[in-house]
């Protein structure tokens, strides 16, 4: 059995918008390009860059659920970030950082720990996961949530980015340990995706409007698709086969 991609998505600042991609070329053991470069740590962080931390050290969705609705992309001289309640802007995360902290400022709750500085990791994605991984993401388990909930839903909630279609739902736990052709790349599944409340919010208003962990409970579990690593480089885009070796 084989699948289809039928998206590919990366996240320049990590919990602070997506953008679009049809093509990619990866390493081993790298992130997809553009994806989590930087990462914003709160005024509670200990963060300075010189290695990755875990995400509780950066302000994100799950704290901050009008970050859900940035849209970004990444140019040759920076970021551009977009959201329904701020103008856009443009900046160079390493360089112009105030102009970034005064930007996302209305958009942070007031109790919790302020957004205080971009960090990046030389040649390390900021991934949840303590190693660079690339996360792939069933479109059929995110049709069953819908299902679940009744509701229409946006695959950004997720924040997945690679994005597959033409495997059952939940299939895709079942690749623990294996590997995954996609285009003349080969990924190693290596471990389910645990979600926390960043998912309950809408990517078009920032609101939290749907109980996505709700719905996950009910198959006995809070995961939703799977990281893998690079373990050989190559090109892959929308339209590819993904094959489970």
């Known amino acids: 059995m084989s699948g289809i991609v039928t998206n590919l998505w990366r996240h320049p600042i990590k919990s602070h918008g997506r953008e679009a991609l049809e093509v990619v070329t990866v390493l081993p053991g790298h992130t997809m390009p553009g994806d989590r470069v930087w990462a914003v740590a709160h005024e509670a962080s200990k ?4 290695e990755w931390v875990p995400c509780s050290n950066f302000s994100r969705v799950a704290k901050a659920p009008q970050l ?3 849209s ?44 205080a500085r971009i960090i990046r990791v030389p040649g390390r994605g ?12 069933n479109m059929a388990s995110h049709q069953a949530v819908e299902q679940k909930l009744n509701q ?4 950004h909630r997720w924040r997945g980015n690679v994005w597959f279609d033409g495997f059952p739902e939940w299939a895709e736990f079942d690749w623990l340990g294996r590997d995954v052709q996609i285009g003349d790349t080969v990924l190693h599944i290596r471990e389910r995706i645990t979600r926390c409340r960043a998912t309950t919010a809408n990517p078009e208003t920032g609101e939290r409007d749907a109980d996505t962990l709700g719905a996950l409970g009910t198959w ?8 893998a690593e690079v373990i050989r480089g190559g090109t892959f885009k929308i339209g590819d086969k993904v094959h489970v070796v």
């Open 47 to 50: 963060a300075d860059g010189t």
């Open 68 to 70: 859900m609705a940035v």
């Open 72 to 115: 970004a992309r990444l140019g040759t001289d920076g970021v551009t970030l977009s959201h329904p309640q701020r103008p856009e802007i443009s900046f160079d995360p390493d360089t112009q950082q105030d102009v970034f902290l005064d930007w996302v400022k209305p958009l942070m709750p007031s109790d919790r720990a302020a957004s």
């Open 126 to 137: 900021m991934t949840d996961s303590d190693y660079p991984s690339i996360s792939l993401c």
């Open 152 to 155: 229409d839903l946006s695959i």
């Open 220 to 227: 006995d579990h809070q995961d939703f698709g799977v990281y």
